[in-house]
């Protein structure tokens, strides 16, 4: 299994960035995927999630309106498109998802792409 991060970088307050995630290693359709986040001296916080046909999207309070997570499972791809953004938003963005093997479930990541918000 592999999830590989793309697309961040150094953006101003109020600018937009598109996060990429391609994951391989595993049947990418039909897996329900997320995007994480962890600041400087935080915890990884969970940011939104995507069902595995992508019909259905859940977002973390402070950043509805201003995220949208998407997926094209043609392309074992998910997105992250961040407006609108500001200082809070300064974080290592990982993308995740929990594969069944064996009758366990497993939480897998990505190594994760660095969004810093900054003037």
């Known amino acids: 299994v592999q999830l590989v991060e793309s697309g961040g970088g150094l953006v101003q307050p109020g600018g937009s960035l598109r996060l990429s995630c391609v994951g391989s290693?595993?049947?990418?359709?039909?897996?329900?995927m997320d995007w994480y986040r962890q600041a400087p001296g935080k915890q990884r916080e969970w940011v939104a999630g995507?069902?595995?046909?992508?019909?259905?999207?859940d977002y973390k309070d402070s950043v509805k309106g201003r995220f949208t997570i998407s997926r094209d499972n043609a392309k074992n791809t998910m997105y992250l498109q961040m407006n609108s953004l500001n200082a809070e938003d300064t974080a290592v963005y990982y993308c995740s998802t929990i594969i069944s093997r064996g009758g366990y479930r497993v939480r897998y990541w990505g190594q994760g792409t660095q969004v810093t918000v900054s003037s």
């Open positions: 995507i069902s595995s046909g992508g019909g259905t999207t």
């Open positions: 290693g595993f049947t990418f359709s039909i897996n329900a």
